[in-house]
């Protein structure tokens, strides 16, 4: 994969995981009206770091092209791995506790919005060099 697919990738799971938090925080009418970003930033930043070191790690960001199957097993096996990690780490920032259905809303939840972002991005991809081996 060419290095400008790598960074639309990465940016694309970054906005993903962003939007994930602030509908999140619509939900729970945690938001901050007067600047979300700021307000989502204790929550994204140490999901979004933990994600870019595991999935770099364990290469679901892949140099070669390859099939969906396994491009999306690897951003799965990443996310079930980066997604506790962050939550964690989030949880040691900020002295508080992981609540269990805070863990897996963003294991399930998350993870389906960035499988989808991805296999949609796969195809699109592709598409574009004329290939669709899944």
């Known amino acids: 994969m060419y290095r400008s697919r790598i960074l639309i990738l990465a940016a694309g ?6 939007l994930f938090i602030l509908l999140g925080q619509i939900d729970h009418s945690t938001l901050n009206e007067s600047n979300p ?8 930043a140490p999901l979004a770091i933990a994600w870019l ?21 690897r951003t ?15 949880a040691t920032l900020l002295d508080r506790t992981v609540a269990t259905p805070f863990l897996l809303v963003t294991l399930g939840l998350g993870g ?6 991805r296999a949609v ?13 899944l």
Do not use: H, N, S, Y
Not at 37 to 44: E, N
Not at 112 to 117: A, F, G, S
């Open 53 to 73: 070191v595991i999935a770099f790690l364990l290469r679901a960001f892949p140099r070669e092209p390859q099939g969906l199957v396994p491009f999306l097993a």
């Open 37 to 44: 970003i700021a307000g989502a930033l204790p929550t994204f």
């Open 112 to 117: 389906l919005m960035l499988l989808t972002w």
């Open 121 to 133: 991005f796969w195809l699109l991809a592709m598409r574009r060099r004329g290939k669709t081996r």
């Open 76 to 90: 799965l096996l990443a996310w079930l791995i980066a997604a506790p990690l962050g939550l964690l780490l989030r």
């Open 13 to 18: 799971d970054l906005a993903l995981l962003l």
